[in-house]
């Protein structure tokens, strides 16, 4: 195999990674467990009023929806990767033609993620937004909910 597809296998690997991330909130928690931090996180930390809560889960339940479909399509075509990949005689340009999917399904669900979040802050007052988007900081630099880690002036900064 060829440096170039290995670079490029690793780059997808770590676009994969951080697709997953942002659509599933990698972790080894069970999907019981994460609801019940979700749940937690908007009643202390939130706050959220009935109507609130109401509109946050259905904008969760309506993501999904959304997403399920195209994680399945995205699963299947990553084994279809590998399998490719595992042949003798790699086919490079159906390779990349299941490189492109992926990439195209993964920025299809970053793009309902991001609408979501945009649904989401409609919903929210400014200090609710402002503890949402902290907390989102901090997962993404490492730190964790209660964390001092978080994103400030384009990086990862104590606060």
Request: proline share 2%.
């Amino acid at each position: 195999m060829s440096k170039k597809i290995i670079i490029l296998i690793a780059i997808f690997l770590g676009v994969a990674l951080i697709a997953a991330g942002v659509v599933g909130w990698i972790s080894s928690k069970s999907d019981k467990q994460q609801n019940h931090w979700l749940r937690q996180f908007e009643k202390e930390r939130l706050n959220l009023s009935d109507s609130q809560k109401k509109e946050m889960n259905q904008l969760r339940l309506d993501l999904q929806n959304k997403i399920k479909p195209l994680q399945s399509k995205a699963h299947q075509t990553r084994i279809e990767l590998m399998e490719l990949l595992k042949d003798t005689s790699p086919d490079d340009n159906a390779i990349r033609q299941k490189q492109i999917e992926i990439s195209q399904l993964q920025s299809e669900m970053q793009g309902l993620v991001i609408d979501n979040l945009l649904d989401i802050k409609k919903i929210l007052k400014p200090d609710q937004q402002k503890i949402l988007f902290d907390v989102m900081c901090m997962g993404f630099c490492g730190g964790n909910d209660f964390g001092s880690h978080g994103l400030r002036d384009g990086g990862c900064n104590d606060h």
